[in-house]
């Protein structure tokens, strides 16, 4: 098993930045990918953005605002999020993918925006 804790959301005003943080536990020796998801009520889970294998994704909608890093001495994953927009508003979902296990969440931390 893989235990995912998030940290960092919060309520910031539109045009802050905010730090998620997501550290893994556990057995981790064959995940290939961690990332962030997020899900805004009413809508589905959407992938934010994720590291797997050296290669970084974006959604297009956090390009050139948000940038993940991944350390893999640490095991962590962080997400720097810039520029927020009320459409930023959302649970953050921390997310680790092992090829041979599936995949794994986190708990969630709300990122809410206010105007």
């Known amino acids: 098993q893989v235990q995912l804790v998030e940290s960092g959301g919060g309520l910031v005003q539109t045009g802050g930045s905010l730090r998620l943080s997501c550290a893994a536990s556990?057995?981790?020796?064959?995940?290939?990918?961690m990332g962030w998801y997020r899900q805004a009520p009413g809508k589905q889970r959407e992938l934010v953005a994720r590291?797997?294998?050296?290669?970084?994704n974006y959604a297009d909608s956090v390009m050139g605002r948000f940038t993940i890093s991944r350390d893999n001495a640490k095991n962590t994953v962080d997400l720097q999020m810039n520029s927020l927009r009320p459409e930023d508003t959302a649970v953050y979902y921390c997310?680790?993918?092992?090829?041979?296990?599936?995949?794994?969440w986190g708990q969630g931390t709300q990122v809410t925006l206010s105007s």
């Open positions: 997310n680790a993918y092992d090829p041979y296990r599936g995949h794994y």
């Open positions: 556990g057995s981790i020796f064959s995940i290939n990918a």
């Open positions: 590291v797997i294998s050296g290669t970084i």
